[in-house]
């Protein structure tokens, strides 16, 4: 059974790993960043757990801007804590445990999170590849994002929340 949780210091090595396993090295964060992250915004941070294992989490800041800048990844002292938004940073799912409604469970938690906190909206960047499934949580591409994260082609969308 998967279990969503709020993730604790001790889980960071874990994200790490899953997040080096789940996208590029020009696109993932690493542990020391993990860790300045969850210094900052801890409380954004959720896993999903298997048993005593991660195998999968989402993450992201705070902030009043309707699009997630490329500076917000590797500067955690960004986040705003007053702002009308939560960003996804990520959402990752170890390979062995897609497809199997985990990424989903992640996200429902992340917006009830949102809702929670009286946050107005989510934003996010995502591929083409992954519009289908943010759309099917409300989510609607703005535009093409300026972002060059990694060097590949994003999509700003946003997730409007009724608070």
């Not at 874990?14 to 997040?19: G, L, N, P, R």
């Not at 170890?94 to 985990?102: A, D, F, K, V």
């Not at 992340?110 to 929670?116: F, N, P, V, W």
Request: overall charge negative; proline content about 2%.
């Amino acid at each position: 059974m998967i279990k969503i949780e709020q993730a604790k210091t001790e889980d960071l090595k874990d994200i790490a790993i899953i997040e080096s396993i789940c996208f590029p090295q020009a696109e993932a964060c690493g542990y020391e960043e993990f860790v300045k992250r969850y210094e900052v915004f801890g409380e954004n941070f959720l896993v999903a757990r298997k048993d005593d294992q991660i195998v999968g989490f989402i993450n992201g800041n705070e902030t009043s801007q309707r699009y997630l800048p490329d500076c917000f990844y590797s500067d955690a002292s960004l986040h705003d804590s007053k702002g009308i938004y939560m960003t996804v940073f990520g959402i990752d799912v170890l390979p062995t445990y897609q497809h199997r409604g985990i990424a989903s469970m992640l996200m429902h938690a992340y917006i009830d999170l949102a809702k929670e906190k009286g946050k107005q909206g989510i934003i996010l960047t995502c591929k083409d590849r992954l519009l289908p499934f943010y759309e099917k949580f409300g989510y609607q591409k703005l535009q093409d994002s300026a972002s060059t994260h990694g060097g590949a082609k994003w999509n700003d969308m946003f997730l409007e929340i009724d608070v």
